[in-house]
């Protein structure tokens, strides 16, 4: 099962590489399909759960890598700016999302709040930036480097936080 797994990753990087799209969204879209349309799904995730801790260290650690501090003194503003926005969208598309699907009104107001630690593919699509728009992509990943760092510091107690007052954990 995990030899699949490996497998369908690599051809679907290999995939996105021919028709020249992006592999994140790409694997992104076969998992969704996979998770969604497989009874076999959640044994498979089962075992892909229990090696993808030390993946996503290698992954959070080459991202840190490469973040050049040369360009962290022009970000100013415009980090101040993605730091503020990538909030609000959380807590709004949030909002939006639970008050769509009818959701309870703890989750509405609280769930966004939830989201701030999670990270992953921002850094993932800040990546494809460099190779999108070279000119500003090590702007672009030093910008998604450095909230991540916010995010990742602030994230869990912000979220812990936003689960105590929804009643979710003691």
């Not at 590489?17 to 995730?45: E, H, R, T, W």
């Not at 892909?48 to 840190?64: C, N």
């Not at 939830?114 to 494809?128: D, H």
């Not at 812990?160 to 003691?170: N, V, Y």
Request: aromatic letters at 8%; charged letters at 10%.
């Amino acid at each position: 099962r995990l030899s699949l797994a490996v497998g369908f990753v690599f051809a679907g990087i290999g995939i996105a590489d021919v028709l020249g799209i992006s592999s994140l969204l790409l694997c992104m879209a076969l998992g969704a399909v996979f998770v969604n349309f497989s009874k076999q799904s959640l044994p498979v995730m089962k075992v892909v759960d229990a090696v993808t801790p030390p993946i996503f260290m290698l992954f959070f650690v080459a991202s840190g890598a490469a973040l050049e501090l040369s360009v962290l003194p022009t970000l100013g503003v415009v980090g101040v700016i993605y730091v503020v926005f990538r909030v609000v969208g959380k807590v709004l598309g949030a909002y939006a999302g639970a008050a769509v699907c009818k959701c309870d009104k703890k989750i509405k107001k609280y769930l966004g709040y939830a989201l701030l630690p999670q990270a992953g593919v921002a850094i993932g699509l800040s990546l494809a930036a460099t190779t999108v728009v070279p000119e500003y992509g090590q702007t672009i990943r030093a910008i998604v480097l450095c909230a991540t760092f916010i995010y990742e510091l602030l994230g869990p107690a912000v979220t812990k936080i936003a689960l105590k007052k929804a009643g979710e954990i003691q």
